[in-house]
């Protein structure tokens, strides 16, 4: 999943800590080496998206782990073609309980580069390290004597946050609570996705299969960061999310930049001057109807916006830039626009590798990020006509010979399949009773998003099976997730537990 979240707080009363977290907490305290071994086994089996090997042995382990935890009868849920890499889903009935809740993470996990990683590190070779890599800390040995970690210290391994750390979160947090011989009120459903790096292609299809049996009152989703300032949060919805892939074109073959400099179109250039047509000085995207169809905040999202303890920053200096791309805006203004951001480009080569040359293709790749009243769709087709309006031939094949002969400057263009937002009311009585619940576990003020920047494809739960979802993530917000040297911090992943446990165990 791709993560930027949008901060803001709600008033709230603060909490002490519930009896039964302490509980929850004690029985963590007891099987955490245990637990944490069971991780970093999980961790060590690769899980890229694109491996459906590696995803079937990470399916088997969840599995397996979900039967050591007295969750019989698990299942593989397909979609009616069965070409998708399937759901794991088990379902608890509870005596009594008259209303259910679905706990969702997925098992799939980004491409690696194992040469960006650290020193040390390598992505399915789960390291200790006693702190953070950036901040100094040192590779340490896994511990065997029981109560040795250190809540502070981290685990690198892709998908250690991204989303492993969901996973263990629920299972962890269920049998804690059978071990605590707490009450359950709600039935309990497990839902966990194999396909969410990929873009859940498809999940509706597979949702419009199991629409009785995935029916419930709320759905849980245990993924993504929790607050910049580490306190606990809630999210009620996430951003919609689409790529555009352009390739501009320039002379056939490569050219000598002496001899043909200053006379030969260089696509580079062309390239350069495209994208920076798309964005004004202060950052707002200049392609016609990009902001036109937000559907406005509500009164209380708008307040809780206004109450936001600003972040910026810390942010800044921890990250390193002075300045925001758009001027004055702070972070949580800026994640409840869309936004259109350049993931990559490329033309020619640089560094040891570069040459003298004028190259023969430029290529860029934009993320769109939709908030609710946007169309993915729409939102892409209104970039290719900014790009037609800037004098070009858009073409979504190769350009032959003779189009090159007509026209001067050419645009081939890709457009990916994308999902919309989705955003969950905030005073929802179940979300009141999730809120509730949350802020059991913690003396903190729990951090209330009506937003977040990432993505998921929430509105699919709505779509196919007419739920209501909320997001509650666990990781630290300095995981790296999809980037090298992804880590989970301890304290992130116990308090993810107790928080998951809080949940289930709501009146």
């Given at each position: 999943?791709?993560?930027?979240?949008?901060?803001?707080?709600?008033?709230?009363?603060?909490?002490?800590?519930?009896?039964?977290?302490?509980?929850?907490?004690?029985?963590?305290?007891?099987?955490?080496?245990?637990?944490?071994?069971?991780?970093?086994?999980f961790?060590?089996?690769p899980?890229?998206?694109?491996?459906?090997?590696?995803?079937s042995?990470?399916?088997?382990?969840?599995?397996?782990?979900?039967?050591?935890?007295?969750?019989?009868?698990?299942?593989?849920?397909?979609?009616?073609?069965?070409?998708?890499?399937?759901?794991?889903?088990?379902?608890?009935?509870?005596?009594?309980?008259?209303?259910?809740?679905?706990?969702?993470?997925?098992?799939?996990?980004?491409?690696?580069?194992?040469?960006?990683?650290?020193?040390?590190?390598?992505?399915?070779?789960?390291?200790?390290?006693?702190?953070?890599l950036?901040?100094?800390?040192?590779?340490?040995?896994?511990?065997?004597?029981?109560?040795?970690?250190?809540?502070?210290?981290?685990i690198?391994?892709?998908?250690?946050?991204?989303?492993?750390?969901?996973?263990?979160?629920?299972?962890?947090?269920?049998?804690?609570?059978?071990?605590?011989?707490?009450?359950?009120?709600?039935?309990i459903?497990?839902?966990?996705?194999?396909?969410?790096?990929?873009?859940s292609?498809?999940?509706?299809?597979?949702?419009?299969?199991?629409?009785?049996?995935?029916?419930?009152?709320?759905?849980?989703?245990?993924?993504?960061?929790?607050?910049?300032?580490?306190?606990?949060?809630?999210?009620?919805?996430?951003?919609g999310?689409?790529?555009?892939?352009?390739?501009?074109?320039?002379?056939?073959?490569?050219?000598?930049?002496?001899?043909?400099?200053?006379?030969?179109p260089?696509?580079?250039?062309?390239?350069?001057?495209?994208?920076?047509?798309?964005?004004?000085?202060?950052?707002?995207?200049?392609?016609?109807?990009?902001?036109?169809?937000?559907?406005p905040?509500?009164?209380?999202?708008?307040k809780?916006?206004?109450?936001?303890?600003?972040?910026?920053?810390?942010?800044?200096?921890?990250?390193?830039?002075?300045?925001?791309?758009?001027?004055?805006?702070?972070?949580?203004?800026?994640?409840?626009?869309?936004?259109?951001?350049?993931?990559?480009?490329?033309?020619?080569?640089?560094?040891?590798?570069a040459?003298?040359?004028?190259?023969?293709?430029?290529?860029?790749?934009?993320?769109?990020?939709?908030?609710?009243?946007n169309?993915?769709?729409?939102?892409?087709?209104?970039?290719?006509?900014?790009?037609?309006?800037?004098?070009?031939?858009?073409?979504?094949e190769?350009?032959?010979?003779?189009?090159?002969?007509?026209?001067?400057?050419?645009?081939?263009?890709?457009?990916?399949?994308?999902?919309?937002?989705?955003?969950?009311?905030?005073?929802?009585?179940?979300?009141?009773?999730?809120?509730?619940?949350?802020?059991?576990?913690?003396p903190?003020?729990?951090?209330?998003?009506?937003?977040?920047?990432?993505?998921?494809?929430?509105?699919?739960?709505?779509?196919?099976?007419?739920?209501?979802?909320?997001?509650?993530?666990?990781?630290?917000?300095?995981?790296?997730?999809?980037?090298?040297?992804?880590?989970?911090?301890?304290?992130?992943?116990?308090?993810?537990?107790?928080?998951m446990?809080?949940i289930?165990?709501?009146?």
């Amino acid at each position: 999943m791709r993560i930027l979240l949008l901060c803001l707080c709600l008033p709230l009363c603060v909490h002490s800590q519930s009896d039964e977290t302490l509980r929850i907490r004690s029985v963590r305290e007891q099987k955490e080496t245990l637990w944490m071994q069971e991780y970093i086994r999980f961790l060590a089996i690769p899980n890229i998206a694109a491996d459906k090997s590696g995803l079937s042995r990470n399916a088997a382990f969840i599995m397996q782990m979900m039967r050591q935890r007295n969750i019989q009868h698990v299942q593989l849920l397909h979609n009616e073609s069965r070409t998708a890499t399937p759901a794991i889903y088990r379902e608890v009935l509870v005596p009594g309980a008259t209303r259910t809740l679905i706990f969702y993470s997925h098992y799939d996990g980004q491409p690696v580069d194992s040469t960006q990683w650290a020193k040390g590190l390598r992505p399915f070779v789960p390291k200790l390290v006693k702190g953070s890599l950036e901040q100094g800390a040192a590779i340490a040995a896994f511990p065997e004597a029981v109560g040795k970690y250190d809540p502070d210290w981290r685990i690198y391994a892709r998908g250690a946050s991204d989303d492993k750390a969901g996973i263990m979160a629920i299972l962890n947090a269920y049998e804690a609570i059978q071990k605590a011989g707490l009450p359950l009120h709600y039935n309990i459903k497990f839902f966990f996705e194999g396909e969410e790096e990929a873009g859940s292609p498809n999940l509706g299809s597979l949702f419009d299969k199991h629409k009785t049996l995935l029916r419930s009152d709320l759905w849980i989703i245990c993924d993504g960061p929790v607050h910049q300032s580490g306190k606990k949060a809630i999210l009620f919805g996430a951003r919609g999310d689409a790529h555009v892939d352009i390739t501009i074109y320039g002379p056939t073959r490569p050219l000598h930049s002496g001899h043909y400099g200053n006379w030969a179109p260089n696509p580079g250039l062309l390239l350069a001057r495209l994208l920076a047509s798309m964005k004004d000085e202060k950052g707002r995207v200049t392609i016609r109807g990009f902001y036109d169809d937000m559907i406005p905040l509500t009164e209380q999202e708008k307040k809780a916006i206004n109450d936001v303890p600003s972040v910026g920053n810390e942010l800044k200096e921890e990250l390193h830039f002075v300045s925001e791309e758009m001027p004055g805006v702070d972070l949580s203004e800026a994640i409840m626009m869309p936004s259109l951001n350049i993931n990559g480009m490329q033309s020619g080569n640089v560094g040891a590798k570069a040459s003298n040359v004028i190259p023969t293709t430029a290529s860029a790749v934009l993320d769109l990020r939709m908030v609710p009243g946007n169309d993915y769709k729409r939102q892409q087709e209104r970039v290719v006509n900014h790009i037609r309006e800037q004098g070009y031939y858009v073409t979504e094949e190769e350009p032959t010979d003779a189009e090159r002969k007509i026209f001067s400057r050419i645009a081939r263009m890709k457009l990916s399949g994308g999902y919309n937002a989705q955003r969950t009311p905030m005073d929802l009585p179940v979300v009141q009773g999730v809120i509730e619940a949350v802020k059991s576990t913690t003396p903190d003020k729990v951090v209330l998003i009506p937003t977040m920047g990432g993505s998921l494809p929430l509105f699919l739960f709505e779509k196919y099976l007419k739920a209501t979802t909320i997001t509650v993530p666990v990781a630290n917000h300095d995981n790296n997730q999809h980037a090298e040297n992804e880590n989970i911090r301890i304290r992130n992943l116990w308090n993810g537990i107790e928080t998951m446990a809080a949940i289930m165990m709501m009146h």
